[in-house]
């Protein structure tokens, strides 16, 4: 037996301590596949606008596309992390961390293609362009850490790890320091 944790993950993948908001955009890992790596990304619709709830809205297919200009250009994209952090540290969880979660697109790591198939996705509500908050980081360390004791992972990237010259995300500002492990 391990030691109690305080923020479990029940068998599906859904860990206690998040708000429950469940996303169609999600389906099976292939058979067998470890989790073995964390993607880091932010977002905020529309960009740079934090005090709505239009990522959650998309995120589980309930976005009003024509609520503002840039939706055209997403009209109808079917994703979703697994996680998303507010700007308050509020954490919200879309898919079980069993299944596969629609976060990373064309990808690969370590010459590993479609990295969607052996990881989580955490959203950082944020930009590029500004620093995120101190409360993010502190639901942020917590949840890798929880994260690392369930699942054999190898190592914490950003989405623009994963797919460069496509995704900049999360951005200059996302500060690797301040996360306790960054294995490569
Ligand atoms: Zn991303």
Same mark, same amino acid.
């Given at each position: 037996m391990s030691l109690s944790v305080p923020h479990a993950l029940d068998t599906l993948g859904w860990l206690s301590a998040a708000q429950r908001l469940p996303s169609p955009n999600c389906d099976a890992r292939p058979? #067998?596949? @470890?989790?073995e790596l964390i993607v880091i990304h932010n977002i905020s619709l529309p960009p +740079?606008?934090?005090? +709505?709830d239009a990522v959650i809205e998309l995120f589980t297919n309930q976005?009003? *596309? =024509? @609520?503002? /200009?840039?939706y055209q250009g997403i009209r109808g994209i079917q994703v979703s992390a697994h996680f998303f952090i507010r700007r308050d540290g509020t954490l919200i969880q879309?898919? /079980?961390?069993s299944l596969r979660a *629609?976060? @990373? #697109?064309v990808s690969s790591w370590q010459e590993r293609e479609r990295c969607n198939d052996f990881s989580i996705g955490i959203e950082l509500e944020?930009? =590029?362009?500004l620093p995120f908050t101190e409360a993010q980081y502190a639901t942020l360390n917590p949840l890798l850490q929880q994260l690392k004791q369930v699942y054999p992972i190898r190592a914490v990237v950003g989405h623009s790890d994963i797919a460069p010259g496509r995704k900049t995300d /999360? +951005? /200059?500002?996302? @500060? *690797?320091?301040?996360?306790d492990e960054r294995m490569a």
């Open positions: 058979q #067998g596949t @470890a989790i +740079g606008v934090f005090d +709505g976005l009003d *596309w =024509d @609520a503002h /200009p840039y879309f898919v /079980p961390c *629609w976060h @990373a #697109g944020g930009s =590029d362009d /999360p +951005g /200059p500002h996302f @500060a *690797w320091q301040r996360i």
